[in-house]
């Protein structure tokens, strides 16, 4: 009913970008300054709404009242931690045709570990979530501050030290555990999730750094500049993007794996990698064909946005009201020109990249309101 004070809390807080001393780069046109100083907000990578569990509305005696409650039922639990456990390739025994079952063994168990992989922000976190599970996250507190700050890490470090919950043999002593602590520290982090965590509210959150009108009464004309090989981040913005804008955003690119696949055709890893011309990143599980109700736009984008020319000539003539790098370090394609006919507040750059350094971060960041999936504490590790 929205009175947790503790998850408001969370829900309500935003946290603050990281600030870096501008470095100039070897295509920069700006003098040097000591002085210039260019900032790197959070963000992760989320997860699509359908995978949330529906709520069902019951009567409940609050205060000797009955109201009316959204209530989430969480998965019945019949293991401790789940089997499928990170590193241990043999616990992962789910194909490509496999996503239901893969994620019900994660809701089947009161915890299932997860940890940093290529970056501390991993997919793996969103779908034990949204499978109404609680993650056991390893070495969390190495993360730094900003890194996965959109998580409600204080619900997940409190979730850890729940009497009886021993991780060295992932096993927990149930005449210790405090079940109805789980049970509220769950459905806590399902809240959150809700109003946090989906593609369309990590987007809104996008829109709101940038105070970019949702609700202006003006026409929107968003440019999602994308590409077309699989890569986390660019899918599940795009995503949120196209939910909230629907026919109002135009993409650039736009990858046919997230929209369309015939019904002729058999839903299996040849079929599919043959079909879109590359294998599935993860087997697609958690992003693919999650954008079929608008397979009209994408055969609209396809005809109208076909060439480079296209887009470059719109960009001059400012028809866009914001444009958007979904993946701005492996396609910056336009940027230079982007640069010359907006201003900063109206260019968002998403950069879901490995724990990594890249020279140009700086740079994009002077230009545009960056958002990044791995701030290291050091600036120097990461631009």
């Known amino acids: 009913m929205g009175h947790d004070a503790i998850i408001q809390k969370l829900i309500n807080f935003i946290s603050p970008p990281k600030v870096c001393p501008y470095r100039q780069s070897s295509s920069s046109s700006l003098e040097k300054s000591t002085n210039i100083t260019v900032e790197f907000y959070p963000i992760v990578f989320g997860f699509i709404d359908q995978y949330l ?31 499928l456990t990170p590193g241990k390739l043999q616990t992962y025994k789910f194909s490509f045709e ?61 979730a850890q030290t729940i009497p009886g919950v021993t991780r060295y043999n992932m096993s927990i002593n149930h005449q210790l555990f405090d079940l109805n602590q789980y049970n509220l ?85 040849e079929e599919t990698k043959n079909y879109f011309k590359q294998a599935l990143y993860g087997f697609g599980y958690g992003y693919k064909l999650s954008l079929k109700n608008y397979v009209r736009l994408y055969e609209r984008d396809k005809k109208n946005l076909h060439n480079d020319t296209i887009i470059e000539n719109n960009i001059k003539a400012k028809n866009y009201s914001l444009i958007v790098f979904g993946s701005i370090i492996r396609n910056n394609k336009f940027f230079s020109l982007t640069i010359k006919h907006y201003e900063r507040s109206r260019i968002v750059l998403i950069d879901g990249e490995d724990d990594l350094k890249h020279k140009d971060r700086s740079e994009y960041a002077k230009w545009g309101t960056y958002f990044l999936r791995e701030i290291p504490d050091n600036c120097d590790t990461f631009m």
């Open 185 to 269: 520290l769950l459905h806590r982090l399902l809240y959150y999730a809700k109003h946090r965590l989906t593609t369309v509210k990590i987007v809104e959150y996008i829109l709101k750094i940038i105070r970019y009108p949702i609700k202006s009464s003006k026409k929107h004309s968003i440019l999602y500049i994308s590409h077309e090989e699989c890569d986390y981040m660019k899918e599940f913005m795009l995503h949120g993007f196209t939910r909230i804008f629907e026919e109002n955003l135009y993409v650039f690119k736009p990858p046919k794996y997230m929209y369309k696949y015939p019904t002729s055709k058999m839903w299996n890893q």
């Open 53 to 83: 569990f529906e709520s069902i509305p019951r009567q409940v005696l609050i205060n000797q009242q009955l109201k009316i409650v959204d209530q989430v039922c969480l998965p019945k639990k019949f293991k401790d931690f789940s089997e």
């Open 98 to 158: 496999n996503e239901i079952d893969y994620r019900r063994l994660y809701s089947t168990a009161y915890f299932a570990i997860t940890m940093k992989k290529g970056g501390w922000d991993c997919n793996r976190h969103y779908e034990i979530i949204s499978s109404g599970t609680m993650p056991f996250f390893d070495k969390l507190n190495e993360a730094g501050n900003y890194t996965l700050s959109l998580l409600p890490k204080s619900i997940l470090y409190e």
